[in-house]
T-cell receptor, first 114, second 119 residues
Framework: DAGVIQSPRHEVTEMGQEVTLRCKPISGHDYLFWYRQTMMRGLELLIY????????DSGMPEDRFSAKMPNASFSTLKIQPSEPRDSAVYFCASTRGGPGNTIYFGEGSWLTVV | AQTVTQSQPEMSVQEAETVTLSCTYDTSESDYYLFWYKQPPSRQMILVIRQEAYKQQNATENRFSVNFQKAAKSFSLKISDSQLGDAAMYFCAYRAGGFSGGGADGLTFGKGTHLIIQP
């Protein structure tokens, strides 16, 4: 079975540009998470969805960040406008309902804003 | 809010030896799950082992085992017969057992321990 698929794997963009990160969760999973990893702050939960509905976006750093899940097989995380401090690895993860179930991570999108 | 603390930024062990990585957590919940994830240089997050808080028996997966001390809120990972492929960042993570929203459904991670395997 295919795992969580993220694109792009790497992106370098200029400050002020719009960045869109994409995620395809594992089929049948009803929870989708977006995490950010930086050296300073470690792994932070940005937002998560249940059955395509955003449940908690309190981790989204500011209004420049937005996330959508138009259907069960696709989600996007958008940064507009991007800033150098947004440089990080962004992970998408998914799981089937049940807190003890394994959360599977994608390979991450490595974003560099110059 | 739950917190997870890994007090060892880096650990080093000789190949074939045993190493223990420490993790403590803070929660007021009685129902929760604890996890160890491995992150090799490829950055992929890989589940190593999982522990249910209601289970007294420590989880074991081949060379990986945990020492779960619920009263002390401690969850250490023991790696036996260390191999070069075990070199990675290891993250301890907590997840609440109930679906209360407000982030409780996601994983809370520690800062990680960088494990070095000496050949």
């Amino acid at each position: 079975d295919a795992g969580v698929i993220q694109s792009p794997r790497h992106e370098v963009t200029e400050m002020g540009q719009e960045v869109t990160l994409r995620c395809k969760p594992i089929s049948g999973h009803d929870y989708l998470f977006w995490y950010r990893q930086t050296m300073m702050r470690g792994l932070e939960l940005l937002i998560y969805f249940n059955n395509n509905v955003p449940i908690d976006d309190s981790g989204m750093p500011e209004d420049r960040f937005s996330a959508k899940m138009p259907n069960a097989s696709f989600s996007t995380l958008k940064i507009q406008p991007s800033e150098p401090r947004d440089s990080a690895v962004y992970f998408c993860a998914s799981t089937r309902g049940g807190p003890g179930n394994t959360i599977y991570f994608g390979e991450g999108s490595w974003l560099t804003v110059v | 809010a739950q917190t997870v603390t890994q007090s060892q930024p880096e650990m080093s062990v000789q190949e074939a030896e045993t190493v223990t990585l420490s993790c403590t957590y803070d929660t007021s919940e009685s129902d929760y799950y604890l996890f160890w994830y491995k992150q090799p240089p490829s950055r992929q997050m890989i589940l190593v082992i999982r522990q249910e808080a209601y289970k007294q028996q420590n989880a074991t997966e081949n060379r990986f085992s945990v020492n779960f001390q619920k009263a002390a809120k401690s969850f250490s990972l023991k790696i036996s017969d260390s191999q070069l492929g075990d070199a990675a960042m290891y993250f301890c993570a907590y997840r609440a057992g109930g679906f209360s929203g407000g982030g409780a459904d996601g994983l809370t991670f520690g800062k990680g321990t960088h494990l070095i395997i000496q050949p």
